[in-house]
């Protein structure tokens, strides 16, 4: 399974600025448009892996971990 998520960006002056809209706090601003993408990216990857990290701490020993889907 193979997730996708959505960046809403727009050019704001000098600048490019975006969001990943499923899931918030991921946002990002660079000068181009390539470099804003790669840094949503970068800056995706990274909040998933703080979240799953921070799902295993909280569930403690004992945990299952299952695939799901949205179905969207």
């Known amino acids: 399974m193979n997730p996708s998520y959505t960046a809403v960006v727009k050019r704001d002056g000098d600048w490019w600025i975006g ?5 918030p706090g991921v ?5 181009t448009r390539d470099e ?5 990216r970068v800056t995706l990857a990274e909040a ?6 921070d799902a295993r ?12 889907a949205t179905g969207a």
């Open 36 to 40: 804003l993408l790669e840094s949503l």
């Open 19 to 23: 969001w990943v809209e499923e899931l």
């Open 48 to 53: 998933i892996e703080m979240n799953r990290e």
């Open 27 to 31: 946002n990002c601003q660079e000068s």
């Open 57 to 68: 701490r909280a569930a403690g020993k004992g945990y299952e971990e299952f695939p799901i």
